[in-house]
């Protein structure tokens, strides 16, 4: 049940867009110890609107130099997987040897996909390991760079662009053997109902944009050794895989390899190879399973922890869905009918509105909300969605947009015998001109009201408040929500 506690660890590591590693490791001077170093991470911001949902690719060490190229074979490769509901963990121990008579610098790429997060990693060079520790990516850097200057066995683990991860390491003595440990957990999406694990174990060409004397260190991973088609592989093949399903398994089928499977009970599978030893690694393993019913299904993993108990729920979707699996819905819709809307804006809402409600069945529910100086609705509650009701909202809405257009034209006529306007008020004041009271907007409405123009005060736009100053004042009035005057206030003072 491993795979259930990185269930959390993986959905935290989603939201960390950019993940990078570093390792330091310092050789010891007695052949035989364990040496913790340092494991160097360093989060970065969210860079994923360049990333792609690319697969994973298989994990390769790139030896630094041509001469040196095939002193560095793969030895062996373990896979260990396990799924629970939709995430597989995944750790994987890969062995390389150097074959070579000299020390070698070398990079180890893991092209993960998008829908993965590496949450651990490990070294081992002959006797001695490779432990974690945060570092900022700059300081990871110089660290790498001064221990591999002093001829000391030094690992950079880095971020070439996202989620594709690049260790470097250095002075890599001849015999020594290099056992890496990678974890990762990746999400897994079906496709018409049928769930699909991929493990890449062959490493083949890669391509870039651009051409490689100007290509960026960002795409020079890509230049990585693989093996042709055809040729058998030289190094070792294992994977195991458990899948706790939550749900009942309907179907499982290896199309890459053939596999040996043992059930405990209908949720729970365990797979490995049923021959390791027929060059299972000259070709990605891919498996795929199904789950059982056609209906809706639902599942519940639990773990217990030391400190937190987690759950993952699994919900499966039917396979075909009627019109009877729907429960009835209401809708409200807000349709803004004001004069800013006038033409394509409105013509173009309606149509979406009327598609959107001659869509919904019978059992469903609608409401319509008109705006525009003030609010409509079409009916007191929602009503079904019938031709009849619907043609009721289409009678209403129509009734509503010749009452709008009406009091347009009402407000634009009143503005044009209205702005530049200038009306006078008389209020006590001192000598210095400021009134002993203000002038308020109802003094202005009863103002202009005695003009013969309908002004009522909450048209009228104070935002600082009432004037208190003799002298001429603009104030803006809105008619409409689409029209607006300026008329002048002007304050004179009485003694």
């Known amino acids: 049940m491993r795979g259930i506690g990185t269930f959390r660890l993986f959905f935290q590591q989603l939201q960390r867009l950019a993940i990078r590693l570093a390792l330091l490791k310092e050789k010891s001077e007695c052949p035989h110890s364990l040496l913790p170093v340092t494991l160097l991470l360093v989060v970065a911001g969210p860079a994923a609107a360049e990333a792609r949902a690319e697969r994973t690719l298989s994990p390769y060490f790139l030896v630094q130099g041509e001469e040196a190229t095939g002193t560095f074979p793969l030895s062996s490769t373990h896979v260990t997987v396990e799924i629970s509901g939709v995430v597989a963990d995944v750790r994987v121990e890969q062995t390389y040897v150097n074959e070579g008579s000299e020390p070698i610098n070398a990079r180890y790429v893991f092209p993960a996909s998008t829908r993965a997060a590496v949450h651990g990693m490990r070294m081992r060079v002959g006797e001695e390991v490779v432990v974690a520790k945060i570092r900022e990516r700059e300081v990871a850097r110089q660290e790498f760079e001064e221990a591999k200057g002093t001829g000391k066995t030094t690992s950079l683990l880095d971020?070439?662009?996202?989620?594709?991860?690049?260790?470097?390491?250095?002075?890599?003595?001849?015999?020594?053997?290099?056992?890496?440990?990678?974890?990762?957990?990746?999400?897994?999406?079906?496709t018409e109902r049928t769930y699909s694990f991929v493990y890449p174990a062959v490493v083949g060409p890669r391509y870039g944009s651009v051409p490689e004397d100007t290509a960026p260190a960002t795409e020079c991973w890509i230049k990585s050794p693989y093996l042709?088609?055809?040729?058998?592989?030289?190094?070792?093949?294992?994977?195991?895989?458990?899948?706790?399903?939550?749900?009942?398994?309907?179907?499982?089928?290896?199309?890459?390899?053939e596999v040996a499977s043992s059930w405990d009970g209908s949720t729970r599978v365990h797979v490995r190879l049923a021959d390791p030893s027929d060059f299972?690694?000259?070709?990605?393993?891919?498996?795929?399973?199904?789950?059982?019913?056609?209906?809706?299904?639902?599942?519940?993993?639990?773990?217990?922890?030391?400190?937190?108990?987690?759950?993952?729920?699994?919900?499966?979707?039917?396979?075909?869905?009627?019109?009877?699996?729907?429960?009835?819905?209401?809708?409200?819709?807000?349709?803004?009918?004001?004069?800013?809307?006038?033409?394509f804006p409105l013509e173009?809402?309606?149509?979406?509105?009327?598609?959107?409600?001659?869509?919904?069945?019978?059992?469903?529910?609608f409401n319509v909300i008109l705006f525009a100086g003030g609010s409509s609705v079409l009916a007191s509650a929602s009503v079904p969605a019938t031709p009849e009701n619907v043609a009721q909202f289409e009678n209403r809405r129509g009734e509503l947009e010749r009452a709008q257009a009406d009091a347009l034209t009402q407000a634009q006529e009143k503005a044009s015998k209205l702005d530049g306007f200038m009306v006078q008020i008389t209020q006590k004041a001192g000598a210095d001109g400021k009134l002993f009271g203000s002038v308020t907007n109802v003094d202005i409405s009863e103002a202009l009201n005695a003009q013969h123009f309908d002004v009522p005060k909450a048209a009228i736009r104070m935002p600082q408040g009432p004037l208190k100053q003799v002298g001429d004042h603009p104030v803006k009035i809105a008619l409409h929500a689409d029209v607006v005057v300026t008329v002048t206030v002007s304050v004179l003072g009485e003694q």
């Open 159 to 190: 971020e070439e662009r996202p989620n594709v991860f690049t260790m470097n390491v250095s002075n890599i003595m001849p015999a020594d053997r290099v056992e890496v440990e990678l974890n990762y957990t990746e999400l897994l999406v079906p």
């Open 228 to 257: 042709p088609q055809g040729d058998p592989p030289s190094a070792t093949f294992d994977i195991e895989l458990t899948l706790s399903a939550g749900l009942p398994v309907a179907e499982t089928r290896s199309p890459s390899h």
């Open 280 to 343: 299972g690694g000259d070709r990605d393993f891919v498996w795929d399973y199904r789950l059982a019913g056609m209906e809706i299904e639902a599942g519940l993993l639990l773990q217990r922890g030391e400190t937190e108990n987690y759950f993952l729920l699994v919900l499966q979707p039917p396979a075909v869905v009627g019109g009877g699996d729907l429960p009835a819905r209401e809708y409200v819709f807000v349709l803004d009918v004001s004069g800013s809307m006038d033409g």
């Open 348 to 365: 173009t809402a309606k149509a979406v509105i009327a598609d959107l409600i001659s869509g919904l069945g019978q059992t469903d529910r």
